[in-house]
């Protein structure tokens, strides 16, 4: 036993060093040499790897020891290395490429091991200005925003919709307008109206960020989905995820099926049919009014909030019957894959989405991880949109 420990903790000196050498993240370490971002964490924790895989590692490391392109491609701090953005904003999974989604959930990495770190500030957006622009309520998304841009170093500004001039009859424009004339960097914004974000876009110098905008997109909340996803199961493509509840008003859906959808997940909505859009078959999904069928076989399970608030009229017989047919337990459970994962974007209803019991099993539910990801996801944002918008990346 104290040879093979002994042998191991050689083994992860040697992985330290040449990560020290070169500068290179241990996430992307990991998947660059195992496809497995978690290789060296798991390292560190004194799990001893088999002969075979510590030939591959240093045989890999061997090859690329002296590699002095690996801190501008893997550490946020001093460069863009590889990374690539065709816009300046981010209004939707809808406009990005592959490369381009791969390039945000790759970033988001590094920055989940630098939020685990004791000291998780950097100086990556010192001298920016970030202004979170909310005209709907928020609680994880507004402070998951705030936090990135203040771990980054950036200055950041909340604007109060209910004690601002759009109270008094101020347009969009006009807000927009009075804003652009400050000389921020980035503006988070939210609406209530779909489309509006992006006319705000329009109108301003700086990058925008959409944080939802009606029930069109929520672009942040489908990338750290599929970081969630892709940190637990090691890949996006190639699995099965099915989206439940209220897709007609989820702008949560219709960004996590173009991204999924994008990086070779098969997608399932299910619904009951006064939930599910018109046409919703021309999204390339499969689409199930029954909740069993629906989830068969299925690698994730992503349930959604049933969002009363943009409801006009009833949708739903009852919450009791809606709970019954379409809220997720464990009985409904079963006839996923006997390993599947479950997640919710919040605020969760319990005992309407979702049962309590179920929500709160850390072996079955991502959800506290869906959480720990949004801040290292809106922290990729900010940087990478900063990056393009002062010449730092190629357009």
């Not at 799990?47 to 030939?55: N, Q, V």
């Not at 999974?93 to 989604?101: A, W």
């Not at 960097?185 to 876009?201: A, C, M, P, T």
Request: net charge neutral; aromatic share 6%.
């Amino acid at each position: 036993m104290r040879g093979t420990m002994a042998i191991t903790e050689q083994f992860r000196n040697e992985i330290e060093n040449f990560l020290s050498t070169t500068g290179m993240d241990p996430t992307r370490f990991g998947r660059a040499v195992m496809n497995d971002p978690n290789f060296v964490f798991d390292l560190r924790e004194k799990r001893s790897p088999t002969a075979a895989t510590m030939d591959k590692v240093r045989v890999w490391m061997a090859a690329h020891l002296g590699n002095n392109d690996f801190e501008s491609a893997t550490n946020p701090d001093t460069g863009t290395g590889s990374l690539r953005l065709s816009q300046r904003h981010l209004l939707g999974i809808e406009d990005l490429s592959p490369d381009e989604i791969t390039a945000y959930l790759d970033l988001s990495d590094t920055y989940v091991e630098q939020n685990r770190r004791a000291d998780k500030k950097s100086a990556v957006l010192r001298g920016r200005t970030i202004i979170n622009l909310f005209f709907e309520t928020s609680t994880r998304t507004s402070m998951s925003f705030e936090l990135a841009g203040k771990r980054l170093g950036g200055d950041v500004l909340n604007m109060s919709v209910a004690t601002s001039s759009v109270k008094k009859g101020e347009t969009l424009v006009d807000t927009a307008m009075t804003l652009n004339a400050m000389h921020p960097d980035v503006l988070v914004v939210r609406h209530s109206e779909s489309g509006s974000v992006k006319l705000l876009s329009e109108k301003v110098n700086c990058s925008v960020i959409n944080a939802g905008d009606g029930s069109h997109e929520h672009p942040t909340q489908a990338l750290l989905d599929a970081l969630t996803i892709r940190r637990r199961l090691g890949r996006l493509n190639n699995l099965t995820v099915a989206i439940c509840g209220d897709v007609l008003h989820s702008r949560v859906a219709r960004s996590n099926i173009y991204l999924l959808q994008a990086m070779g997940t098969r997608v399932r909505v299910v619904a009951p049919p006064t939930l599910l859009p018109a046409e919703i078959e021309r999204f390339g999904v499969d689409v199930f009014t029954d909740m069993t069928a629906g989830i068969k076989d299925c690698d994730i399970v992503m349930m959604l909030r049933l969002q009363t608030e943009r409801m006009q009229g009833s949708y739903v017989p009852s919450i009791r019957e809606y709970f019954r047919y379409y809220g997720l337990d464990r009985e409904k459970l079963s006839v996923a894959h006997p390993n599947a994962l479950v997640m919710h974007p919040g605020p969760m209803n319990r005992g309407i989405e979702i049962d309590s019991a179920l929500a709160d099993d850390i072996d079955r539910s991502l959800i506290r991880e869906q959480v720990e990801m949004g801040v290292a996801v809106r922290m990729a944002c900010l940087d990478l949109l900063t990056r393009s918008q002062h010449g730092d990346n190629s357009k």
